[in-house]
Every structure is written in C-alpha cells, then in structure tokens.
C-alpha cells in the first residue's frame, strides 16, 4: 500500500472519527500515532527490547475507543484501562514464551539474530509473569466492585 493512500485512509478515519465525538476523534489520533512510531523509521519502536513490553500500553486506547462509541457522558474508568493492559501484557508475555519455546526447539535457533534472542531472553522473567495476571485481576476487581450491577 503506497503512502498516499495510508494517508488518505488515515485521514478519512480520523474525518470519520471526528464525527462520532471529541473524545473518540482523540483516542483515534493517539492510536493512528501509536501505529505511527511502532513501525515507521526512525523511531520504529518495534525494534526497541524495552518498547516490547512498554509498548502494549498502546492497545489500551482500543478499548476507550469502544467506550466513547458507546457514550462521551463521562471518560473510561481508569482501573478498567489499567486491567486491559495488564491482561494484554500477560498476554504478549505468554505470547514471546511461546515463541521462545518454538525457537529453542527449531532447527533455525543458531539462525536467530542475536536482537531477537535478546529480545527474547528479557522478555520472560518471573516478574511479568506474575505480576501482570495479579495485576489484571486487582484493577479488574476493583473495576466489578465499584460498578457492579445489582440485578444478581
């Protein structure tokens, strides 16, 4: 696809956006931008080892994106975006482990770069591991306490 028309269709998004509301016209800019610096040079935060991880912060918009679709009255509650990125960090993690495991197990492990195996060996400390799932289920537990509904 040629950049004129990634240009073209990111502005119709953007036009798109502006017209279901302000705030979703905000989270589809921050995401058009997110996708900017992930993969185009010289930023291209893809290939940044500590960007792997601190990267997925960049889904969390996704979901405030469905939100706003919904309703613009008030913002997401912040202990929802928290657990929606905790669960999706969890997620990468497992993700890279699987691939670790896929790599390990190959024939092609001595063709892998020594980025990638770097990437991968910092990807899968004890830390994420635990630390993402127990995060998830905090925030997303706060997010059921505090707006439960009272039909059960």
């Not at 928290?82 to 890279?96: D, E, P, Q, S």
Request: proline letters at 5%; hydrophobic letters at 50%; glycine letters at 6%.
């Amino acid at each position: 696809m040629s950049c004129f028309n990634m240009g073209v269709l990111s502005a119709l998004g953007l036009t798109i956006a502006w017209f279901v509301s302000i705030y979703f016209f905000a989270v589809a800019g921050s995401l058009l931008m997110m996708g900017l610096f992930y993969n185009v040079k010289p930023i291209r935060t893809k290939d940044k080892v500590i960007w792997m991880f601190c990267r997925n912060p960049s889904t969390t918009p996704s979901i405030a994106a469905r939100w706003f679709i919904v309703t613009s009255l008030f913002l997401p509650p912040v202990s929802l975006l928290i657990a929606y990125w905790m669960g999706g960090a969890f997620l990468m993690a497992v993700k890279r482990y699987a691939e670790l495991q896929g790599v390990c197990r190959s024939s092609t492990a001595a063709h892998v770069s020594p980025f990638l195996q770097c990437i991968y060996r910092e990807q899968f400390d004890g830390i994420k591991h635990s630390f993402t799932p127990m995060s998830f289920a905090l925030f997303f537990g706060i997010f059921m306490i505090k707006y439960r509904s009272n039909c059960f």
